[in-house]
């Protein structure tokens, strides 16, 4: 089921320059804003715990290639590159971050509950597992309306979630009923501290899936075309109604696990460096001007842009207002009472 | 005698007490060489190893189910979940076995587990980092449940949940962790389960609080000072079992209660404790029973301006015990 590195090579120069394009910007913009969010965060303005994800940028940006807004994905406590890969606005993601009445949440959810059904995110999901079958679910109503172009549904979930029952409980019964499903395991060698060595019984998670009768493929997610190919695969499986992928993007996050967290305590820094010298952006950037895809200046221009968009998504944020009081009694109830709110 | 955190006042009875009773082990997700999320195992495997100080894959339904397993079988394991709003996926194991082997095995068996939980919020951990999760625990009959607000009592109690001989939920408020010093013996002294205190003595209103919030309360008590009224500060300790003899005396002697609590209203600590008052003190009581909580929405959110919204607060507290006195 595996397919090694060079297969894939071959085949990404076919990807049209319009999607060249959105793949290198939206790593880029994930980036940039995860480390403006950092800076934001340090300074006080950025509330409670993010969890940065730069160095994984390629895994979400590779598989969401593959997907419209009529698709689902369950996202996870380190959340904002599934965020921005399934096209979420960067002002209103910063603006969440930050507690403001503008964000995705108007404030109520933080970092780690950024969604938006209109761009088919489910959520961020501060609860290691818990997106898992809210994915799952999304994909068997994709099965039940039988639509001509079947959605599918991508759960994202790390490699610490592999170890959470609720996702074995998934994989059999989206096996069972051939749900539209891709499971998409960023592998990122840690839970915490936890090293995966450790806590996964296979250094081969992907080999998991076959006892659930799925197939499962191990990809670099270092490198974005590797895993744009091993998506197009599954979302094409998906769509044609054989059932559930499930994709082991082997990757590394740069950063402890959350922004105060010092990965030195628990992991190496040639480690460290081996993936940095990896990095999907750079690789990116040899791969395209070497192969003429695009040139330096393309690249360039592309990185001012983005410059500009988390400049102002930032301003924005920090100019907005904080919720009104009254936010806090909202939605808690479709249609909601004092009664149901336990006032007299 | 030291003066100790919350947080240090745990890890050194559980050092303690796994010096004295090898049957005494550790597990849960990062407690070993990452001496647990917010450092409360810090240091134990180096003195105790790694067959003592056990990290577990990320799993807490297995976390409890083992732990129980080993109680069963003749051990004293403590388990740490790392907030307390990921113990769901394990409340059929707490809930639905670890309460029930007593009772249903005659009396043959015994689960002594310690399950330590770092619950509750003001700490921006918005919808889950914050929780308050002690109903579930304090409604379930074979279940002890604990949470201690100083350093003084998280010790004592610790030490004799360890040693108690049936399952016990123990709740740590996580932001009193670093913020609350306090003075901590070093001898092996316990406290036992089930008792309140009364950590201020007053005449003229009782609060009855638990966990973070008695430390507002405390704060409110000093302020009253100022308006005339003498409150007295009534600390649970112990939801379950709840110490209703004490909450009965301080309010026939007061003939005011009000409850404070930082989880939302209905079928609440608070529910109870009201219930215990209305049926045991009615002829003393000289105003209604009142409760401050914060309204009934999932706790809680994320931005700063509504979280503050959402907890009780020193001047909330003022305003309702002023209110309760009509000064
Ligand atoms: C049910 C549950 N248990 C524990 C946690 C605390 N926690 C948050 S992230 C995390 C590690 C997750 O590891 P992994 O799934 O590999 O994702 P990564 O952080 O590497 O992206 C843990 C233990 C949680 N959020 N939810
Ligand atoms: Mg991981």
Redesign the pocket.
């Known amino acids: 089921m595996k397919k090694n590195k060079s297969e894939n090579e071959k085949k990404s120069v076919s990807i049209s320059p319009k999607k060249l394009r959105w793949l290198y910007s939206s790593m880029y913009r994930i980036r940039r804003f995860e480390e403006t969010m950092l800076e934001q965060t340090f300074k006080g303005n950025a509330m409670g715990v993010t969890?940065p994800?730069d160095g994984q940028e390629a895994g979400p940006v590779g598989i969401c290639a593959h997907l419209t807004d009529k698709d689902w994905i369950g996202s996870?406590?380190?959340g904002h590159g599934h965020c921005i890969a399934k096209g979420l606005e960067t002002n209103r993601m910063m603006a969440e971050i930050m507690g403001r009445s503008t964000g995705q949440c108007h404030g109520k959810g933080g970092s780690m509950h950024i969604a938006d059904f209109s761009k088919g995110m489910l959520g961020a999901n501060?609860?290691?597992?818990?997106s898992i079958p809210l994915a799952v679910g999304a994909a068997l109503t994709s099965k039940y309306k039988n639509n001509e172009k079947k959605s599918v549904a991508v759960a994202f979930?790390?490699?610490?979630?592999t170890s959470?029952g609720v996702l074995h409980e998934s994989m059999n019964l989206s096996s069972i009923w051939k749900l539209p499903v891709i499971f998409a395991c960023?592998n990122?060698g840690?839970?915490?501290a936890t090293p995966?060595w450790y806590a996964v019984s296979t250094d081969d998670i992907a080999s998991r899936a076959e006892g659930y009768g799925i197939p499962g493929l191990q990809v670099d997610g270092m490198d974005v075309f590797s895993v744009y190919d091993a998506a197009e695969q599954a979302v094409k499986r998906a769509r044609s109604g054989e059932g559930p992928t499930f994709l082991e993007i082997k990757t590394y996050?740069y950063h402890g696990?959350f922004h105060a967290d010092d990965p030195k305590k628990y992991r190496k820094q040639e480690e460290e460096d081996y993936f940095k010298s990896k990095d999907c952006l750079i690789s990116f950037e040899e791969r395209v001007t070497e192969s003429g895809l695009m040139t330096s200046e393309d690249l360039n221009e592309i990185r001012n842009e983005i410059e500009e968009e988390i400049k102002k998504a930032t301003d924005f944020a920090l100019t907005s207002p904080m919720p009104d009081h009254d936010e806090l009694y909202k939605d808690v109830y479709v249609e909601y009472s004092n009664s149901l709110l336990g006032l007299r | 005698m030291s003066v100790i955190s919350v947080i240090e006042a745990v890890r050194k009875t559980i050092f303690m007490e796994m010096k004295r009773d090898k049957k005494i082990f550790i597990l849960g997700?990062?407690v070993a060489s990452r001496g647990g999320v917010f450092l409360a195992t810090d240091g134990l495997l180096e003195e105790f190893g790694d067959q003592r100080v056990i990290d577990t894959p990320?799993a807490?339904s297995s976390i409890c189910g083992v732990a129980i397993g080993a109680a069963v079988n003749g051990m004293r394991p403590i388990a740490e979940i790392?907030?307390a709003d990921?113990v769901w996926?394990a409340i059929n194991q707490i809930v639905g076995e670890a309460s029930k082997i007593r009772y249903g095995t005659f009396g043959k068996k015994k689960c002594p587990i310690t399950i330590r939980i770092p619950y509750g919020g003001g700490v921006r951990g918005g919808l889950?980092h914050s929780q308050s999760i002690e109903v579930l625990f304090a409604h379930t009959p074979g279940l002890k449940v604990i949470a201690p607000a100083t350093p003084y009592d998280a010790a004592g109690l610790l030490r004799s949940s360890i040693r108690n001989d049936d399952p016990v939920v123990f709740l740590e408020h996580k932001k009193t962790y670093r913020l609350v010093k306090g003075e901590v013996p070093d001898n092996d002294y316990s406290i036992p389960l089930g008792k309140a205190e009364v950590k201020k003595v007053g005449n003229d209103i009782t609060v009855i609080t638990y966990g973070l919030m008695l430390h507002y309360v405390l704060q409110a008590a000093e302020e009253c000072k100022h308006f005339g009224i003498n409150v007295e500060v009534l600390d649970l300790r112990c939801l379950r079992p709840i110490d209703s003899e004490t909450i009965v005396q301080s309010v026939n002697k007061t003939g005011r209660a009000l409850i404070v609590q930082e989880d939302t209203r209905a079928i609440s600590v608070s529910s109870e404790v009201a219930a215990i008052i209305a049926e045991d003190c009615f002829f003393d009581l000289d105003a209604p029973i009142k409760r401050l909580t914060p309204i009934e929405i999932p706790p809680m959110p994320f931005s700063p301006i509504q979280e503050a919204e959402y907890m009780p607060s020193k001047i909330k507290i003022v305003k309702s015990i002023r209110e309760l006195l009509e000064i």
Not at chain 1, 126 to 130: L, S
């Open positions: 969890h994800s996870t406590h380190r501060a609860i290691v597992g818990a979930f790390g490699d610490g979630a959470q960023e990122n840690y839970a915490e995966s996050r696990h | 997700e990062d990320l807490e790392q907030f990921f996926p889950y």
